[in-house]
Nanobody
Framework: QVQLVESGGGLVQAGGSLRLSCVAS????????MAWFRQAPGKEREVAAA????????YYADSVKGRFTISRDNAKNTVYLQMNSLKPEDTAVYFC?????????????????WGQGTQVTVSS
């Protein structure tokens, strides 16, 4: 079993930055692929970024490419999402997710463990 706890969300003006953190409990973190998903009101949950177990393979959604950076520290059981140049359309609840199989996929059903989410609000 893996438990995920996100932190770092908040209210920021457009153009600002936030850094999200997700701390995982359990022994499978170092072998799991991790992802950050987001869900805006009235919209489907979508992947923002994903990273494989070693950090050697990374995926970004086109909408965040060049502005967001995903990274992980396996020694600390933590995955990060550095978000720069934030836009109002980045406003959403951001969820950390883990795929214990270690496959780097962009579909929410592939991830069996989820955090509770953290709200990110970007004002114009």
């Amino acid at each position: 079993q893996v438990q995920l706890v996100e932190s770092g969300g908040g209210l920021v003006q457009a153009g600002g930055s936030l850094r999200l953190s997700c701390v995982a409990s359990g022994r499978t973190f170092s072998t799991a692929s991790m992802a950050w998903f987001r869900q805006a009101p009235g919209k489907e949950r979508e992947v923002a970024a994903a990273i494989n177990r070693s950090g050697g393979r990374i995926y970004y959604a086109d909408s965040v490419k060049g502005r967001f950076t995903i990274s992980r520290d396996n020694a600390k059981n933590t995955v990060y999402l550095q978000m720069n140049s934030l836009k109002p359309e980045d406003t959403a609840v951001y969820f950390c997710a883990a795929d214990s199989q270690g496959s780097l996929v962009m579909r929410a059903p592939a991830y069996e463990y989820w955090g509770q989410g953290t709200q990110v609000t970007v004002s114009s």
